[in-house]
């Protein structure tokens, strides 16, 4: 059986390559057992690098503006326009991630940062701690001390860990009323950005 599957495939080989000008033949049916399936398609497939987005291979740096309240959606209260996760910025791991911050909230105060959290975000925090050192801005749980309206803060560190985490405000309510955005950092080299 196996001798005769194999010589099988190999006959199915030579009529796709002997076939390739030519038109329907019988072995266009056939497709090979071997054939790899296609992969699943990934998240990758629909990344694309927005204008507030640059990329430096060479350096291994994401460098992202981000404006708190860039539109009227959500209360103002977004990110580039994106709130309640239905934006995911895609970064490699072991880049280096530069966030030039900017409030443009003519109303309240803002604040950024990366948190483990992707849901169910509490009301309040505590002196939150962001999963990467240096990703969070100062003061970012104050209405006081935090971003202002605006004014701006960069802030930048090492996306260290592969995995899935979230882009938040830490003002009070913030984000439990949707002021965060997916942030992804990739195993395997997938940078830019998708929205839902
Ligand atoms: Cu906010």
Redesign the pocket.
Known sequence: MNRFFTSSLVAAFGLVAVGCGGGDDAASGEAPATEQPAATEAPAASLSVPDWMSVDEAGMTVTLEIV?GKDDSNNR?NFNGYSRGNGTIVVPAGYNVVINFRNDDPN?A??IGVDALTGNFPATFQNPEPVFAGAISANATSMQEATQPGASESISFTADAAGAYTLI?Y?PA?AATG?WINFTVSADGAVGFTSS
């Open positions: 708190a209260w309240i803002h604040s405000c003002i913030h002021m």
